[in-house]
């Protein structure tokens, strides 16, 4: 039961923002050829997520130790600093898309919204300053991304996991 938590969360952890964008990736793209490329990328993140699960076992249970093992310590350092790249890249995302679909609720929400253009996140009508979300929405994101006891959001994880299926499966629903 481990291994597939943790293997459903690394899935989560590469595909999660994507799911948010995926209406947009099968107007681009198609409804037979996207299908194809998401169960293509299914399998090959699996098999990716497998194959670190089984040199998490051999050498130890984190991505620097495994760098460290495979290719010293210089390997680890640059491990180190990609994952904070990396979280810092996914708090960005995350602050990004929230506050776009903030302003696009509140353009859409104003009396005689012109249904073609409110959705728009580019243009806050009405002067609407957003400026002070970010740096809240910062606050949220950037303490958390650094818990490195996955465990302490198993919870959390659980109801994420279920939420992008239901998502995933809407998707492919409607795409049908």
Request: proline fraction near 3%; include cysteine; hydrophobic fraction near 50%.
């Amino acid at each position: 039961m481990g291994t597939f938590a943790a293997a459903a969360s690394i899935f989560k952890a590469f595909v999660g923002l994507t799911i948010l964008y995926m209406p947009q990736y099968f107007y681009d793209t198609g409804i037979i050829s996207m299908p194809s490329i998401m169960i293509g990328s299914l399998i090959l993140t699996l098999y990716c997520a497998k194959l670190l699960l089984e040199c998490a076992e051999d050498y130890g249970d984190s991505y620097t130790e495994i760098a460290e093992a495979a290719y010293g310590p210089k390997m680890k350092k640059l491990t180190e600093c990609l994952i904070i790249g990396s979280q810092l890249g996914f708090c960005t995302n995350y602050v990004y898309f929230i506050s776009s679909q903030m302003g696009s609720v509140i353009n859409c929400s104003r009396s005689g919204a012109d249904v073609a253009t409110c959705w728009k996140p580019d243009f806050i009508y009405d002067e609407v300053q957003l400026w002070y979300f970010l740096p809240m929405l910062m606050l949220i994101y950037v303490p958390l991304c650094w818990i490195r006891n996955m465990e302490k959001l198993a919870f959390t994880h659980l109801i994420s996991d279920v939420i992008i299926f239901v998502v995933i499966i809407s998707i492919f629903v409607y795409a049908g």
